[in-house]
């Protein structure tokens, strides 16, 4: 058996948190905050591995001698960023924008090991295709709150279940951490 190193979780998401413990990873939370602005042609992949190594790099210079873990997660419609909605009514436009059609979500994973300057970066793909959602299905999940901070509008692993027809790949990468992704990063 591979014992499993502990690890500094860059992010306060309590969805990466409960992933971890499911699978039974060592961790602590050290939340860091970084400017998650994309910049001007920056594609999906480039982005979400961009603020996952700022992010890794920012909580290892609060924890230099851990091994440090960041993450980010987005929903990628054709080249269209949908990062969190800002309101209710951004809410609704996104969820209009996935309805009955497939999309990626991309989550960046870097490690970051300062003892042995050695930070390592890359992000995983998956497919979901929503189902066709009448006008009061859309309202009712923004009413519900659950859309207003996830990547997309919506969570795969709540009531967002609802609305999901298929997924290709890896489902813990939808929800906000590839695990396998990260074993391997580990394992390279």
Do not use: C
Request: overall charge negative; charged content about 25%.
């Amino acid at each position: 058996m591979i014992e499993l190193p502990k690890i500094i979780l860059a992010s306060a998401s309590p969805r990466r948190a409960e992933i971890l413990r499911t699978v039974g990873w060592p961790f602590e939370v050290l939340p860091v905050h970084i400017d998650e602005s994309q910049r001007p042609g920056e594609d999906p992949s480039t982005y979400v591995q961009r603020l996952a190594r700022e992010k890794a790099v920012a909580a290892a210079a609060q924890a230099p001698e851990m091994l440090v873990v960041g993450a980010d997660t987005t929903v990628a419609v054709d080249q269209h960023i949908l990062e969190k909605p800002g309101d209710a009514d951004d809410a609704r436009r996104m969820l209009r924008l996935l309805n009955d059609r497939w999309h990626r979500v991309l989550t960046g994973v870097a490690v970051v090991n300062q003892p042995i300057a050695e930070t390592k970066v890359a992000f995983e793909e998956t497919e979901v295709k929503f189902a066709a959602m009448s006008d009061d299905e859309i309202r009712w999940y923004v009413s519900s709150g659950e859309p207003m901070d996830k990547a997309g509008a919506y969570a795969i692993q709540g009531l967002g279940a609802r609305l999901i027809k298929g997924i290709r790949g890896d489902y813990f990468n939808v929800v906000g951490l590839p695990v396998r992704l990260l074993y391997e990063l580990f394992l390279r």
